[in-house]
């Protein structure tokens, strides 16, 4: 995560290893990052397809309002 700290976090990865999914483990580690920023730190991620599901029962809003371009290699 990149972060200044008062307007907005970037998270770009949070992984946990396939073995352990489901056990709860994602909605702890984002409990422990959002305690370390205010409520006034927007978070920003990007999501992998098969984890948007995830993201929105965690309470985040999907934005339409991203732009990208992608890497070469």
Not at 1 to 15: E, P
Not at 24 to 48: H, R
Not at 50 to 60: C, E, N, P, R, T
């Amino acid at each position: 995560m990149v972060t200044d700290f008062s307007y907005c976090a970037y998270i770009s990865d949070l992984a946990v290893k396939k073995d352990y999914q489901g056990r709860g483990i994602d909605p702890v580690l984002w409990e422990k990052v959002k305690k370390e920023l205010s409520d006034e730190v927007t978070f920003v991620l990007l999501s992998a397809s098969g984890a948007m599901d995830f993201y929105s029962k965690q309470g985040y809003d999907q934005a339409d309002n991203a732009f990208r371009i992608m890497r070469k290699k």
